[in-house]
């Protein structure tokens, strides 16, 4: 098995006023390639703060954190972005894709920045739309889109640069339950096909879809395997 990222006792804690609040406590957590987990806990439990450290947005306050080979810590912002950018898709509640750009724009954008070629990139798009179920609407604005269907450009979108790991912050929170199922359904479906995700939720019926999930309360993780991975 391949490890795609492992943490060993990550604390993170936010300093206001004269007091320290102790928002991770001693974190441990590994993630293989194939890998599909949910990390589920209740509004202020502290996964937030877990996404943005696993997504190289915000460093701990200390522990060990390697991603794909590299230890983050000690990294200026300089390094952390092009580890974010190379390593993490990033899928949000509020999907934030561009209003003024097409479904295919949207997805085609993180590949102007690699300096891919306009004809390669345009392919490349088109066929990350046709994994997504959009090949009919990409030439449509985001206000021509159902929301799950801006989700599905928002997935796609993050898949383009082909991340280690696909990293969704409370993906269905957005959506009516139907639609949030299939945008779950659509997470299995890229899993089995390979791709590692890691889905964060407060929804119990969103987080068992996952294969583990972990559960954080108050900081502190703990986990269940829910099904056995097999890589
Ligand atoms: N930048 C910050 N400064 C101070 N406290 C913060 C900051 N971000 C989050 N917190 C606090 O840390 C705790 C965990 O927040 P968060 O990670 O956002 O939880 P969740 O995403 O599970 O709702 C909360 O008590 C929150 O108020
Ligand atoms: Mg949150």
Redesign the pocket.
């Known amino acids: 098995m391949q490890t795609v990222l492992s943490m060993r006792n990550i604390c993170k804690s936010?300093y206001?006023g004269t007091g320290e609040?102790k928002?991770l406590k001693n974190v441990n957590l590994s993630i293989e390639k194939g890998d599909f987990l949910s990390i589920l806990?209740?509004?202020?439990?502290?996964?937030?703060?877990?996404?943005n450290i696993i997504g190289c947005l915000d460093t701990p306050t200390s522990g060990e954190y390697i991603l794909s080979g590299r230890n983050i810590l000690n990294m200026d912002e300089f390094e952390l972005a092009l580890v974010r950018n190379r390593e993490i898709g990033f899928i949000f509640q509020n999907f934030c894709i561009l209003p003024r750009l097409t479904a295919l724009q949207n997805v085609e954008l993180p590949l102007i920045y690699s300096g891919m070629p306009f004809s390669e990139r345009k392919i490349k798009a088109m066929e990350i739309l046709e994994r997504v179920g959009l090949s009919d609407k990409m030439h449509n604005l985001p206000n021509q889109l159902s929301g799950g269907q801006q989700q599905r450009v928002a997935i796609a979108r993050a898949m383009i640069t082909n991340p280690s790991v696909l990293l969704a912050d409370e993906p269905t929170g957005a959506l009516d339950q139907k639609t949030g199922d299939q945008i779950v359904s659509l997470f299995e479906q890229l899993n089995r096909d390979g791709i590692t995700i890691v889905m964060?939720t407060?929804d119990c019926n969103i987080a068992v879809r996952a294969r583990r999930i972990i559960h954080?309360l108050d900081?502190i993780v703990s986990e269940q395997e829910l099904k056995p991975f097999v890589s």
Do not use: A
């Open positions: 936010y206001i609040l928002v806990g209740p509004s202020g439990s502290g996964k937030s703060t877990l996404m964060i407060h954080i900081g």
